[in-house]
């Protein structure tokens, strides 16, 4: 049996971790900790550093 992986026919994500999003994480974490930096990124790891 193949494995489609990509498509999205026939697929369904009953747990709530394979639905969060990545703008889900960020949020939580801001929200449980505010004072501390969220991501630490140096200017070669960004696509488009500005």
Do not use: H, Y
Request: contains cysteine; hydrophobic residues 30%.
């Amino acid at each position: 049996m193949d494995i489609d992986v990509e498509s999205f026919r026939n697929r369904r994500n009953d747990q709530r971790w394979n639905r969060v999003s990545v703008g889900d994480v960020i949020e939580r974490i801001t929200c449980s900790t505010p004072d501390k930096e969220c991501l630490i990124a140096t200017p070669e790891a960004t696509v488009n550093p500005a």
